[in-house]
Structures are given as structure tokens and as C-alpha cells.
């Protein structure tokens, strides 16, 4: 009776370590961040089209590449729970926006640069894990960019891209969190102020 428990328990085991790693695919999710930033590059970061257009290229790199929904309600941190719907919606369209007029200028920094892919490490949050990587940028050690990719059936998504140890979702949830507690926990004044500097 013992040994038949016994591998009862093995198989119910190694069930579940097997649903445990299926749960992301590493490869595919390295390969999707591989096109994100060879998209990223080759097709805007060194085409010879105007800032409107690669502008233009970024959002719809960025709508399809990045669940900025996700990122957007885990940066609005404990004030998305009391946010009206009206607030929800204004505050991702304006958060997608900026993200967008950012990464265009910030991908700049990349112009001629190289992405070296060097695995993945796993995360402790369901259906998630970090590609990570390196670029070197002529002077010093290669930076080192790390992203956390979500998985939803063989749908992937970025949800973080941490820069040298400094994760981008956390910080702007630790200076939107403090700007609305500043401002008596008012999330229009959030909105309005990054609304100004996506002008």
C-alpha cells in the first residue's frame, strides 16, 4: 500500500513540475524579444525616414510588442483599486503615449549597436520570465538589459525592461505613486502632468 502511495505521490510530482515548466516557453521567449529589437533597430532605430515616421513605427512596435495595460495598471500601484473607470482608461492612453515618445528618443542610444542574447533566468511570477542581454556601447562594460516577458497561450508580451539593475516599471510606479500622495491622492493631477510632457 506504502509503495503504491509512494508512486501515486511520484506522478502527481512530476505532473506538476512538468505543468511548472511548460508554463512559459524560454526559447520562444528569447526569440520574441530578438525581434523586438531587431525590429526596433534595423526598421527604425537606422532607417533613413523622418522622426514622424519612426514615431510612427514605434507605437505600433510598442501596441504589439508590450502589454502596456499590465505595465500601466501595476505602475498606477494601490491607486488603480480607486481609480473610476473615465481615470483607468485616460491614464493608459496618456501612460502608452509618453512610453512611446520616450523609448523613440531613448532607442536612439542603440543606433549602430548590437543586442548579444545570453539566456533566460526564471521569475517567481506565474507565466513569466527575464531574456536577458547585453549591448556594448563602445566605452567600458556592455550594458546589461534584462526583460521580463509574459506568456498567455503562444502570445508574448514585455512587461518590464530593466536597465542596468534599474527596473522601468518600478520606478515610474515609485514616482507616480509618490506624485499622486503629493497631491492628496489625486490621479487627475498624475494625468495632467503627464499629458504635459508628452508635448
Known sequence: MKKILASALMGIS??????AKAEIDA????NFVKDVTNSG???IINANVSQQVKDERFEK???????LNFIGQFVLGRYWRTATPQQKKDFIA?????NIKTWSARFDEFKGKDFKFIGT???NSKNQIFVNSTVD???????????????SADNFKIVDIIIENVSLAITARNEYTAFIKNHNGDIDALIANLKEKTK
Open 121 to 123: 533566468t526564471p521569475s
Open 94 to 98: 496618456v501612460y502608452r503615449k509618453l
Open 61 to 67: 512596435l510598442f501596441n504589439k510588442a508590450l502589454d
Open 137 to 151: 556601447m563602445g566605452e567600458g562594460e556592455p550594458a546589461k538589459v534584462v526583460w521580463r516577458v509574459k506568456q
Open 14 to 19: 512530476l505532473c506538476f513540475s512538468t505543468v
Open 27 to 30: 526559447a520562444k521567449a528569447e
Open 41 to 43: 533597430i534595423e526598421d
